[in-house]
């Protein structure tokens, strides 16, 4: 009952942050007939976009689970990803689908800690590369302006420059982190912390475990770029998801070097503040205010946001038919009956 009025109040939250952000539209009756006009073939086009993203992430995935010795059937471990992404639109956090995808890997292998590893690397490698896109996007523009040649206002430049610098500085710490993570020297100290601490006779087993399944990855570079390269991709996948929605809305309002430099940011807002299932609300008022940034004004962001939502959900949804049917074969399983003793 707890979890349940704890989801629900997560879920008003976000229909609340939706209501707050529609308020301050000016026009409404214009927003939704935008989006009640605009292009569906855009749409289609974007939500193609969003579904070869997921199914990348699922084959960058495949080659650090290889890499590791793991292997997969790649229809299984498509399911894997499409139900990772069920939970991500519909928990409050993308680290919920993070869970599942390693539980589910981790059941059929008995290899826990390989493939937690496997999925925090993956994490890890892709936030990494989204933050460098942000990075170097918002840098180029600083330098060099709007690739239409459109002047930024003073304001706008400096939200790019700052952009620019937080992107960057993100990207670098990301990167020590990882750095961290496949380090040997790191290793020891932590282990010797947690020599320390009480249940060690627990934790450091478990730590022994992760030590080692990290080890795999720091003999394995090539599967670490290759995996890198593969976020690259989804990256730009993504960017072009919402540049097709915005174009469908508005068609010119927004560059695609622009998107892929805003659409980072709002993933690592999305991650950052997991106040509301898929961040519903949250995801709205990153679009709102990075559109408004890049002068594209707020009401096309949330727009945007709204449609893109909603894509995300239409195509999630086979992770949820997954997710029932894996439900039911569990539930219609004999159970075994107890005996008299």
Known sequence: MKQTLWHLLKFVIGVGLLFFLYAR????????????QADLRLLVAGGSCYAAAVALSGLKWSVLL?????????????????LAEFFNNFLPA?????????????????????????????????LWVFMLAAAVGAGGMALFGRPDGTPFTPEELVSVRLIAL???????????????ILSRRLKEWAERLLEWLPFRKLTVPIWHKLADAFNIYR?????????????????VLTSINIWLIAAAIQPGEITLLEVLTINPIIVFVALAVPL?????????????????LMGAG????????????????????????????GNRRAASRPQPTPTDG
Do not use: C, N
């Open 94 to 126: 993308q680290v919920g689908g993070d869970v599942m995808r390693g539980y589910a890997v981790a059941a059929d292998t008995r290899r826990a800690a390989v493939a937690a590893a496997s999925v925090l690397i993956d994490r890890f490698i892709g």
């Open 66 to 82: 290889a890499a590791a010795g793991i292997r997969v059937a790649p229809g299984r471990l498509m399911a894997y990803q499409w």
């Open 276 to 292: 509301s299932p898929g961040g519903l609300g949250v995801r709205q008022g990153a679009f709102s205010a990075t559109f408004l």
């Open 25 to 36: 539209i000016k026009d409404p009756a214009a927003l939704w007939q935008q989006i009640a």
């Open 166 to 180: 937080g992107s960057g500085a993100a990207a670098l710490l990301l990167l020590a982190m990882m750095a961290a």
């Open 219 to 235: 003999t394995r570079p090539a599967a670490l770029v290759w995996t890198a390269l593969g976020s690259a991709v989804i990256v």
């Open 298 to 325: 707020s009401e096309l962001g949330f727009a945007v946001g709204l449609l893109q939502q909603a894509i995300g959900y239409i195509v999630s949804l086979p992770g949820g038919y997954l997710w029932l049917r």
